[in-house]
């Protein structure tokens, strides 16, 4: 008499398939490997630090060719670099082309809120986060230390790009008002413009102007993250627009703080690439 087949048969079949192909693997699976893992010593900081780096698809350090690079604020493994180097290995394929190959490098956090934030002058800051205020020392860190040594020891082109998110926003913020020549493009997105009542704004935009500064583009993004954090990111962008910089601004309203990173950083790289 005939009889249908069980209906699970085709899962135990595929099972068996799978089982058969696993013990025909002669060698253990190899490591799928994303970067490079720099330690650096900072003197300027006092501690060690580390770099997480991102190789363009055909980098060779034999190689005639130069990259431009990307500067990751929460640049560490379990922060914003897998992602952010994924974005710029997808805006570097030839069938997009927003981005030239480059290279990215993340920069891990040891104490965030000290290195991104300048000093403050709330009392209640003050006694909550003790050790803020220490965003001059880490642009001299990104100045006189990262960037040499990332100069030195991989193939560079002229080109610096700098991205930063909420605290790191705030801090790329500080950057390109005070030392604008150390970055070309700045990606800022949700920038706590809020810190000590908006100090950052008060800091002269007139040196972006200047012909030997070289900030060619600002892109500046925030979410659906209330009236505060709105006013703050489109005071910057008017800010920067009055020293005759090129100013992309957007906000996604569809996105909040948590999320609008990727986004953001994606339709700047399209912007800077394609033009608004």
Known sequence: MHRNHPRWWPLVITLLLVGDLWAQRTSPPAPFVLGAIEHVHSTVLGEDRVLNIALPQGYHPDSAARYPVIYLIDGGA???????????????FPWVAW????????????????????????????????????SAAFMDFLGKEVIPFVEANYLTAPGRTLIGQS??????????????????????????????????????????????????????????????????AKQLAALVRKAHVKVGFIQLKEHDHGNILHQAVLNALRWNGKGP
């Open 167 to 232: 605290l790191g926003g705030l801090f790329a913020t500080e950057v390109l008002l005070r030392k604008p020549s150390l970055f070309n493009h700045y990606i800022i997105v949700s920038p706590s413009l809020w810190w000590d009542h908006g100090s950052v704004l008060t800091i002269p935009a007139d040196g972006l102007s200047a012909p030997d500064i070289g900030v060619s583009t600002v892109y500046i993004a925030v979410g659906k993250e209330g009236r505060v954090m709105v006013r703050g």
């Open 78 to 92: 379990d922060e914003d670099f897998i992602h952010i180097a994924g974005l710029a290995q997808f805006a570097a």
């Open 99 to 134: 981005l030239p190959p480059s290279i990215v490098v993340g920069i891990g956090n040891t104490d965030r809120k000290r290195d991104l934030t300048h000093p403050t002058t709330i009392a209640k800051d003050k006694a909550e986060f003790p050790t803020t205020g220490g």
